[in-house]
């Protein structure tokens, strides 16, 4: 079945450090990737997307890329910002009849100023 | 906000009770999906409607159920609780005819003691 792997939290920055959260995948099919971000308290907010292999997904400063060929999905960020502390959800559906998403376990991120 | 309203923020209740779960899509949105979220499992599907109708069926207990009102509400029961039950349950509604997005609701927290 379809299952995402995605790096053990929890990870501490300084502010304007670099970030990578490594996602990888395993799918049947052609899956659409995910992240998504949670805040404290908050509901799951769509971070960025891509929808087929090399497709670059970008928002808000992070971008990820969708290869194929190493089924991963890694989440980067050139420089973070303490309003970036979050966890971060790398998920995947493999459309068909229904759309579920398969999360992985999340990844804490604290940023300290 | 991402447009999808579930109530009540936080449940507590005892074992054995049974509780109920609404939530509302966004304005338009015919799919609804209703996630788990727990320390030791994560973010795991429980089941899918779509205008009404059951679409898909995840890891969902036996004690758990759900509907799709014509107004396309939802409501998720949960019956028989054991303290294992508790968790952050999300619901999350989609056009599938968009990309797939789901949007999320902030959540009901449902503790039993």
């Known amino acids: 079945g379809d299952s995402v792997t995605q790096m053990e939290g929890p990870v501490t920055l300084s502010e304007e450090a670099f970030l990578t959260i490594n996602c990888t995948y395993t799918a049947t099919g052609y899956p659409s990737l995910f992240w998504y971000v949670q805040y404290p308290g908050e509901g799951l907010q769509l971070l960025l997307k891509?929808?087929?292999?090399?497709d670059k997904g970008s928002n808000k400063g992070f971008e990820a890329t969708y290869r194929k060929e190493t089924t991963s999905f890694h989440l980067e960020k050139g420089s973070v910002q303490v309003s970036d502390s979050a966890v971060y959800f790398c998920?995947?559906?493999?459309?068909?009849?229904?759309?579920?998403?398969?999360f992985g376990k999340g990844t804490l991120l604290t940023v300290n100023p | 906000d991402s447009g999808v309203t579930q109530t009540p923020k936080h449940l507590i209740t005892a074992t054995g009770q049974r509780v109920t779960l609404r939530c509302s899509p966004r304005?338009?949105?015919?799919?609804v999906y209703w996630y788990q979220q727990s320390l030791d499992q994560g973010l795991q599907f429980l089941i899918q409607?779509?205008?009404?109708?059951?679409?898909a069926k995840g890891n969902i207990l036996e004690r758990f159920s759900a509907q799709q009102f014509p107004d396309l509400h939802s409501e998720l029961n949960l019956s028989s609780l054991e303290l294992g039950d508790s968790a952050l349950y999300f619901c999350?509604?989609?056009?599938?005819?968009?990309?797939?997005?789901?949007?999320f609701g902030a959540g009901t927290r449902l503790s039993v003691l």
């Open positions: 304005s338009g949105d015919l799919s």
């Open positions: 999350a509604s989609s056009d599938t005819g968009l990309g797939n997005i789901q949007y």
């Open positions: 409607y779509y205008n009404g109708e059951e679409r």
């Open positions: 998920a995947l559906n493999s459309g068909g009849s229904n759309y579920k998403l398969t």
């Open positions: 891509a929808t087929k292999a090399d």
